[in-house]
T-cell receptor, first 112, second 112 residues
Framework: SQQGEEDPQALSIQEGENATMNCSYK?????LQWYRQNSGRGLVHLIL?????REKHSGRLRVTLDTSKKSSSLLITASRAADTASYFC????????????FGAGTRLAVHP | KAGVTQTPRYLIKTRGQQVTLSCSPI?????VSWYQQTPGQGLQFLFE???????NKGNFPGRFSGRQFSNSRSEMNVSTLELGDSALYLC???????????FGPGTRLLVL
């Protein structure tokens, strides 16, 4: 069963707008990662945030982590049509030996 | 560095048959994990191998098995295929002690 829940399930915005996706999880974690998937292809790693970090930036991406609420958010600023994809959060549980637990994902559509 | 490669990319089988999928990790990566992605269940962890040893296993029936070779390449096998095994099978590799998993393009299996 999946640990994470993501919302919204789908998001439709215009180019230039910001997109925010949220993720919740259930157990204690080592880290939380965000991945992007284009049209049922492989997953592309976007960013990793460790359990002792609260915020991390990478280019147009900003990730926050609140371990007390067991939740994370991914913000994509100034969205582009090329950002259209599904976004998944994945948690690496304590003692998990690289066992990632994925959320259901958010489908993002960015319209020109 | 070459990324994770998976073969074959597409496969069509009939119920009752068996199938073997192959994954070559990024050079130097010794951990290989396998995931199944379906529209209904999302991304689910199958198993993880490190140095030819299975360290972790997900909640899948015994029909799903895997192995890892001394060069870190991995195979997974599904015996007695069922219609519900139709899915995108993804493998990911990571460095020893590494936190980030790098995914291959996947093998899309269709069971008729």
């Amino acid at each position: 069963s999946q640990q994470g829940e993501e919302d919204p399930q789908a998001l439709s915005i215009q180019e230039g707008e910001n997109a925010t996706m949220n993720c919740s999880y259930k157990t204690s974690i080592n880290n939380l990662q965000w991945y992007r998937q284009n049209s049922g292809r492989g997953l592309v790693h976007l960013i990793l945030i460790r359990s002792n970090e609260r915020e991390k930036h990478s280019g147009r991406l900003r990730v926050t982590l609140d371990t007390s609420k067991k939740s994370s958010s991914l913000l994509i600023t100034a969205s582009r049509a090329a950002d259209t994809a599904s976004y998944f959060c994945a948690t690496d549980a304590l003692g998990g030996y690289n066992k990632l637990i994925f959320g259901a994902g958010t489908r993002l559509a960015v319209h020109p | 560095k070459a990324g994770v490669t998976q073969t074959p990319r597409y496969l069509i089988k009939t119920r009752g048959q068996q199938v073997t999928l192959s994954c070559s990790p990024i050079s130097g990566h010794r951990s290989v994990s396998w995931y199944q992605q379906t529209p209904g269940q999302g991304l689910q962890f199958l198993f993880e191998y490190f140095s030819e040893t299975q360290r972790n296993k997900g909640n899948f029936p015994g029909r799903f098995s895997g192995r890892q070779f001394s060069n870190s390449r991995s195979e997974m096998n599904v015996s007695t295929l069922e219609l519900g095994d139709s899915a995108l099978y993804l493998c990911a590799s990571s460095m020893e002690g590494g936190e980030t998993q790098y995914f291959g393009p996947g093998t899309r299996l269709l069971v008729l």
